[in-house]
């Protein structure tokens, strides 16, 4: 359901607020603090309210806060800064991000270089919220690959493969495993290696073991993150970067593992659609919805073959689902 005009105020009065406080606190550590260090880059490990921690090129961990003009940081973020004193540092400046991973408009994490959709056999995977995940995805600009979790409980695999056969050919990567049982854990570890990876799913498909078997010292690492950054215990509940014992990173939190869909709206669901995309533009009018309107390029590729009937059905369910009056015919539409 869309959020009310009343909910929308609130939501942009509390994050003006949140940047109020941060340039505050910003303002007083900067009139506080002696500079001790040059200028080096660094990544955002975890934030909480006006702190963050940064970990230097050198893996040397900095409790920080910004610079009054700098916006506020996630979890992923390059930064440039400045050393002061007894592991303390002032971030004095924020570098492009390649890509952002929101939820309601809140930046959650950013610079992701592979988000991983978690379903499973038990309980069973819903196409259509598969579907929704990688919308999210594909707007987020974050390549994305599916792993299909707790085969142990599939009789039939081949059923299982076939399932997922239309995601195979749309070119994303799938991956059937077993935490459980140890089932082709090996050749994802080794996709791992050198990313810095997010996990997406609805609850109960086995995140929670999952991120354990990678990282078996979590709550080790943790407990360091929270003393390193006085944070104490809302570090387990912040959004936070961990190292990966097989290699690469992981950008963790439960809000992540829990991870919400917001409302799509109609170009982000034609967006979404990655088989859609080199037909956008092709059809006879410039506002087609691709519904029922007469010379659809992508109604056309699906009469052909070209676009699979349940990935259209899925894009239709997607659009009236999200749209309060869905466009079923042709009028007001302005012809190129």
């Known amino acids: 359901m869309a959020l009310n005009r009343r909910q929308k105020w609130r939501a942009e009065k509390i994050q003006s607020e949140r940047i109020a406080r941060a340039k505050k606190a910003s303002e007083k550590a900067e009139s506080e603090v002696s500079i001790s260090g040059e200028e080096q880059k660094g990544r955002v490990i975890t934030r909480y309210g006006q702190r963050q921690l940064v970990e230097s090129n050198d893996g040397e961990l900095f409790q920080c806060t910004s610079r009054r003009n700098i916006d506020i940081s996630v979890a992923g973020d390059e930064v440039i800064f400045q050393p002061t004193d007894n592991d303390n540092g002032i971030v004095t400046a924020l570098l492009p991000r390649k890509n952002e991973l929101k939820r309601q408009e809140k930046l959650i994490a950013a610079n992701v270089d592979q988000l991983w959709l978690v379903v499973a056999a038990e309980p069973k995977y819903q196409f259509d919220l598969i579907d929704r995940y990688l919308v999210v995805a594909e707007n987020a600009n974050l390549p ?49 290696a ?21 990282i078996p010292d979590l709550n080790i ?97 997607l659009i009236e689902s999200q749209i309060a009056t869905p466009v079923r015919n042709c009028s007001n539409i302005t012809q190129l």
């Not at 995601?167 to 089932?183: A, D, P, R, T, W």
């Open 144 to 192: 994305v690959s599916i792993i299909v979790n707790k085969i142990e409980l599939v009789d039939d695999l081949e059923s299982l493969y076939a399932d997922f056969l239309i995601y195979q050919n749309l070119g994303y990567k799938l991956h059937f495993i077993s935490v459980k049982e140890q089932l082709n854990l090996g050749d994802l570890k080794q996709q791992l």
């Open 194 to 214: 050198d990313k810095t990876h997010i996990f997406l799913g609805q609850s109960g498909v086995g995140k929670s073991s999952l991120i354990n078997e990678l």
């Open 221 to 317: 690492r943790v407990n360091e993150i929270s003393e390193k950054s006085k944070l104490g215990k809302h570090t387990t509940t912040n959004t936070c970067i961990y190292k990966i014992a097989s290699g690469g990173d992981l950008i963790d939190s439960p809000g992540i593992r829990e991870f919400q869909l917001d409302n799509l709206e109609a170009k982000d669901i034609l967006n979404g659609f990655r088989e859609f995309t080199p037909l956008l533009g092709n059809c006879r009018f410039r506002n087609c919805q691709h519904i029922n309107e007469p010379n659809c390029a992508i109604k056309e590729a699906l009469e052909s073959g070209g676009i699979h009937p349940y990935r259209y059905n899925s894009y239709l369910r």
